[in-house]
């Protein structure tokens, strides 16, 4: 009945109606609630958890919701959002970033344009800065209120924050040899279309950095319909196959797809763990206040233009 309102979709990388097998739900569906209802789940982690279904396709083997919200609607809801990155400590973060950083420096020059869609305030972009040699820095960046610390990250080189988040008309044509999308992909209605237009402003040569959820995690193994990235916010969730397929379909050829280290504090993790198998603590003790590395659901994908 609510699904009427909702975005009915063909699997996004076959892009035609393959056979596709219902997967991953949780107890009460996102397709069998309100638009209106659904609004305070959209922002919440700990809360009861409620997500639009996920199916397998066949052919490509990925993992998305055939129904989801409108276009219309994810703006609406996007544009409610209190800025993000508060959650996870700053050390911890950069050190994370650090390492995607590590994986880029193994297949790229880093020279030339440079291009990042939602660097916030460049937690990542920080590192190729320091360590690139980048004449241009195009930063695809909608949230103003990062844009004062972001500039400050690319500071002494020509730059341009651009306040679209797939703003990629004001970038010159083959001018980029290294584009960066952490965390982005998942998000995204139609990827095919979006990797597609980015390409047109890579080099030959490019490397296209990825680092998405890899639903085929031992974490999402055990935690099932649990797993964080079960979300209202993913419209699907890639593994190594299927992104090597959605990447195929845009124009790219895989160079590596790697586990990634997450670095966190034990105490923010245990906490979330435990939310997530429904112990519902208010804290952990501070003893437990370390940093850990650990591969957990993540995955870095490098691609080129083919
Ligand atoms: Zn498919």
Redesign the pocket.
């Known amino acids: 009945m609510s699904s009427e309102n909702y975005l009915h979709r063909l699997?996004?990388?076959?892009?035609k109606n393959?056979p596709?097998t219902l997967e991953v739900c949780s107890e009460k569906k996102g397709e069998d609630t309100n638009y209106e209802e659904l609004i305070p789940y959209w922002n919440g982690f700990f809360k009861e958890k409620i997500f639009f279904s996920y199916a397998r396709?066949?052919?490509?083997?990925?993992l998305?919701a055939p129904i989801f919200y409108q276009p219309n609607q994810l703006e609406a809801l996007y544009g409610q959002m209190p800025p993000n990155m508060d959650l996870v400590p700053m050390a911890a973060l950069l050190n994370t970033q650090k390492g995607y950083f590590e994986v880029l420096k193994r297949f790229s020059k880093l020279e030339n344009g440079y291009i990042e869609v939602g660097p916030d305030i460049g937690v990542f972009t920080v590192n190729c800065r320091q360590y690139g040699n980048f004449d241009s820095y195009w930063l695809c960046e909608p949230n103003k209120l990062v844009a004062e610390a972001l500039s400050k990250t690319v500071d002494g080189k020509p730059f341009k924050i651009i306040e679209e988040m797939f703003g990629f008309d004001a970038i010159p044509h083959q001018s980029a040899s290294v584009a960066v999308m952490i965390q982005v992909l998942d998000h995204l209605l139609d990827p095919v279309a979006t990797l597609s237009e980015l390409k047109g402003k890579l080099l030959p040569q490019a490397k296209l950095l990825l680092v998405t959820h890899n639903e085929q995690s031992l974490l999402r193994r055990i935690v099932n319909w649990r797993w964080p990235a079960f979300c209202l916010q993913h419209p699907q969730i890639y593994s190594p196959h299927?992104i090597t397929?959605l990447l195929n379909k845009a124009g790219y050829e895989v160079n590596t797809i790697e586990r990634t280290k997450n670095y966190f504090e034990f105490s923010f993790l245990l906490k979330h763990l435990l939310w997530a198998l429904g112990f519902k603590v208010k804290s952990v003790p501070k003893f437990l206040n370390f940093t850990i590395r650990l591969k957990l659901g993540n995955m870095i994908t490098i691609a080129t233009p083919r």
């Open positions: 699997c996004p990388v076959c892009q393959t596709s396709c066949s052919d490509c083997k990925l998305f299927s397929n």
